[in-house]
């Protein structure tokens, strides 16, 4: 089968993956409509298409923060890439450096901070962060992530709590013994490590992030004005509009839909990005066109990791890439 849009390689790995572990990237909270939302509100966005324009010379480059990227989208973070393919979040970041484009490595992530930038080396790399209840160990990621050249800490707003993924809780969803979070040294429990989130974060807590580190923050899971403004207030130096893939508050607006007023409150004095439903290079030009600066990819990533591994018929090897074209997204 020739896999040429991005529900090919869904379709792929949702066959080929083991139940559990599409259960567990397929989730969305509840009843999964802020998940699904996220898809169909790009099929309500229509272009009014201008003809007779000269487009024989196109250019999609664009900046992050000053970094230069070879066209506006990058790698969203997601955890557990290993239950995708061996090689995990190593292969992930080649992939982002073959293209050129900027890699979120996510807190839960399946090989450490040292492998993945051993495995990109000089790449665009951003880190996500949950702030933890021993806030010694959010300080060791961070300040470990900036030694490491990570260029970016992305702080995950939207999960004081782990959203109710109803697959997750009928599957006893568990980390395979064979495979841990690396940086946590952590086993994990439906998840996440248990009772390891702090849920008192504040906005102050951005200030205590800035006594840590010298890296740009771009706060991660705003979907409205009034806390794009607090963002702003607060110092960031980035948006990510996200709703965690619906994976965390069911009934929540999509992405798309809460980009404009975000866009408009912060009147471009931080750069603003969105994640969540794109898969499309349509998708892309209309989070484009409403004012994102970049989109993020998450499941995408995944479903490509695992093509890899089935298709291959290969379970282990440390060369292998992401086929992730720009024709895909």
């Not at 664009?62 to 066209?71: A, D, P, Q, R, V």
């Not at 697959?167 to 690396?182: A, E, K, Q, T």
Request: aromatic share 8%; charged share 20%.
């Amino acid at each position: 089968m020739a896999m040429v849009c991005l529900s090919d390689f869904e379709a792929y790995a949702k066959k080929y993956l083991p139940k559990i572990a599409w259960d567990f990237f397929a989730a969305g909270a509840d009843d999964c409509s802020t998940r699904d939302e996220n898809i169909l509100a790009y099929k309500r966005i229509h272009f009014r298409p201008r003809m007779l324009r000269d487009v024989s010379m196109m250019d999609i480059r664009t900046k992050l923060l000053g970094t230069e990227i070879s066209f506006p989208v990058g790698i969203a973070p997601t955890g557990f890439h290993q239950l995708a393919w061996p090689d995990g979040e190593k292969s992930t970041a080649r992939a982002a450096k073959a293209m050129n484009i900027c890699y979120i490595a996510s807190t839960y992530s399946t090989c450490t901070l040292e492998e993945i930038s051993a495995a990109a080396p000089g790449s665009l790399r951003w880190f996500q962060l949950y702030i933890h209840r021993n806030r010694a160990v959010s300080q060791q990621l961070v300040q470990q992530a900036e030694a490491l050249g990570f260029q970016g800490l992305v702080l995950t707003a939207d999960l004081p709590y782990t959203g109710k993924r109803r697959d997750d809780v009928r599957n006893g969803f568990r980390l395979p013994p064979h495979i841990c979070l690396r940086d946590t040294d952590d086993r994990s429990e439906y998840g996440l490590p248990p009772n390891s989130l702090d849920p008192s974060v504040t906005w102050n807590d951005i200030y205590w992030l800035r006594s840590l580190t010298h890296l740009p923050i771009i706060i991660k899971g705003i979907l409205t004005k009034e806390d794009a403004e607090l963002a702003v207030s607060h110092g960031v130096q980035g948006i990510i509009v996200s709703n965690h893939g619906g994976r965390q508050l069911d009934g929540g607006p999509a992405t798309i839909d809460a980009l404009v007023e975000v866009v408009e409150a912060v009147q471009g004095r931080v750069e603003v990005y969105l994640d969540g439903g794109i898969r499309k290079g349509s998708d892309v030009l209309k989070a484009l066109a409403l004012g994102a600066k970049c989109v993020f990819i998450g499941r995408p990533a995944l479903w490509g990791l695992a093509y890899k591994q089935f298709h291959s018929g290969v379970t282990n090897s440390s060369e292998v890439h992401v086929e992730l074209d720009a024709a895909d997204v």
